[in-house]
């Protein structure tokens, strides 16, 4: 019990971990919520639990928007570290990740401004900037997803070439390597089918999930990157 508090503190000491949890409880809040509210014709207390739920996921989700009108600095220096890719063996990998990182750097200002908007900070219509931000989510995401089966599809032919002259370690490393892109790419695809439901109606499902529905594919989504924080923790204390 007490090891577990203390790896929980432990992941709320740093923003990313704190960013996590606080968007796995939102996710799971309204998970919890819409499946509540759904039982809401016969049960008053569950419709009431529900609606309670849903405000508080509203509520972290604020949080979160917040949290990141900060994270502009972060990303503008982790761009200008990644630059063109040089150090990628591969150019489609390359190319994808700088596209990924112009739709990641460019979706912070539009948040923002539509934020900025609902707060009455500014004077301007915040719809427009939402979709955008969305837009440039939605990009991020798809690319994301790309960059990962085309990664997979590099480990799978260097798994191979291992399989015949590669030590049983450098052969561990690679099936690792392939698990948290697999990982990488349900968690994407979790996200992106919300970012589509946040599209105006007319676009695929846009419009079209139930709350729970939202919560479950962003639940999905939180854990498996609370999964990844903690195996990339655990491979960082290995090589230590």
Same mark, same amino acid.
């Given at each position: 019990?007490?090891?577990?508090?203390?790896?929980?503190?432990?992941?709320?000491?740093? %923003?990313?971990?704190?960013?996590?949890?606080?968007?796995?409880? /939102? %996710?799971?809040?309204?998970?919890? $919520?819409?499946?509540? +509210?759904?039982?809401?014709?016969?049960?008053?207390?569950?419709?009431?639990?529900?609606?309670?739920?849903?405000?508080?996921?509203?509520?972290?989700?604020? /949080?979160?928007?917040?949290?990141?009108?900060?994270? =502009?600095?972060?990303?503008? @220096?982790?761009?200008?570290?990644?630059?063109?890719?040089?150090?990628?063996?591969?150019? @489609?990998?390359?190319?994808?990740?700088?596209?990924?990182?112009?739709? =990641?750097?460019? %979706?912070?200002? /539009?948040?923002?401004?539509?934020? @900025?908007?609902?707060?009455?900070?500014?004077?301007? #219509?915040?719809? #427009?900037?939402?979709?955008?931000?969305?837009?440039?989510?939605?990009?991020?995401?798809?690319? $994301?997803?790309?960059?990962?089966?085309?990664?997979?599809?590099?480990? #799978?032919? #260097?798994?191979?070439?291992?399989?015949?002259?590669?030590?049983?370690? +450098?052969?561990?490393?690679?099936?690792?390597?392939?698990?948290?892109?697999?990982? +990488?790419?349900? +968690?994407?695809?979790? =996200?992106?089918?919300?970012?589509?439901?946040?599209?105006?109606?007319?676009?695929?499902?846009?419009?079209?999930?139930?709350?729970?529905?939202?919560?479950?594919?962003?639940?999905?989504?939180?854990?498996?990157?609370?999964?990844?924080?903690? @195996?990339? =923790?655990?491979?960082?204390?290995?090589?230590?």
């Amino acid at each position: 019990m007490q090891q577990s508090v203390e790896a929980l503190v432990k992941v709320l000491e740093s %923003y990313r971990g704190r960013d996590k949890v606080i968007r796995t409880v /939102c %996710y799971g809040s309204q998970l919890v $919520g819409g499946v509540l +509210s759904r039982k809401a014709e016969t049960d008053v207390s569950s419709r009431q639990l529900g609606k309670s739920l849903l405000l508080f996921s509203a509520q972290l989700s604020h /949080c979160r928007t917040v949290l990141r009108l900060f994270d =502009d600095l972060s990303m503008l @220096a982790y761009s200008h570290s990644y630059g063109t890719g040089a150090g990628e063996e591969d150019a @489609a990998v390359r190319w994808i990740s700088v596209l990924t990182n112009v739709a =990641d750097q460019l %979706y912070y200002p /539009c948040e923002h401004i539509a934020w @900025a908007a609902d707060a009455e900070l500014i004077k301007v #219509k915040s719809d #427009k900037w939402w979709l955008l931000s969305t837009v440039l989510w939605g990009t991020s995401l798809l690319l $994301g997803i790309l960059r990962s089966l085309r990664v997979l599809l590099l480990l #799978k032919k #260097k798994l191979n070439r291992h399989e015949s002259n590669g030590s049983a370690s +450098s052969r561990s490393q690679v099936r690792r390597q392939m698990r948290g892109e697999v990982l +990488s790419v349900l +968690s994407s695809m979790a =996200d992106l089918s919300n970012a589509i439901h946040w599209m105006p109606p007319g676009f695929l499902w846009a419009g079209r999930f139930p709350n729970w529905l939202v919560g479950l594919m962003g639940t999905i989504s939180s854990l498996i990157g609370l999964i990844q924080m903690n @195996a990339g =923790d655990n491979d960082q204390s290995d090589s230590t």
